[in-house]
């Protein structure tokens, strides 16, 4: 059975940094593409990042381009998010997801991803 189990949630003041990180267990996940996305209350579940676990291959939001960067650690099975310049607007639950979009243009597509953890809380204060 696959889980995805995230960690590194927090409170966060503006300008801050947080790492989540994401274990993955119960498949092999080598032709898998590891996603981050966030939801904010009353907002749509949107896209944060994607990796392709094989080979590292990473792609971002336009809105948290040179601010986080999403890597992988093959050896132990997790994918992490590593969040800088932190902005208020970045407040939501992080989740992260594995699946098989064919290509870039489907990474951002929530419904291209077949697992999905419970998700863990960011908030940023100003």
């Known amino acids: 059975q696959v889980q995805l189990v995230e960690s590194g949630g927090g409170l966060v003041q503006a300008g801050g940094s947080l790492r989540l990180s994401c274990a993955a267990s119960?498949?092999?996940?080598?032709?898998?593409?590891m996603g981050w996305f966030r939801q904010a209350p009353a907002k749509e579940r949107e896209f944060v990042a994607a990796?392709?676990?094989?080979?590292?291959?990473?792609y971002y939001a336009d809105s948290v381009k040179g601010r986080f960067a999403i890597s992988r650690d093959k050896a132990k099975n997790t994918v992490h998010l590593q969040m800088n310049s932190l902005k208020p607007d970045d407040t939501a639950v992080y989740l992260c997801?594995?699946?098989?979009?064919?290509?870039?243009?489907?990474?951002?597509?929530?419904?291209?991803?077949?697992?999905w953890g419970q998700g863990t809380q960011v908030t940023v204060s100003s």
């Open positions: 997801a594995a699946g098989t979009p064919l290509s870039s243009y489907y990474y951002t597509f929530r419904s291209r991803y077949d697992y």
């Open positions: 990796i392709t676990w094989s080979a590292g291959i990473t």
């Open positions: 119960g498949r092999t996940f080598s032709s898998y593409t």
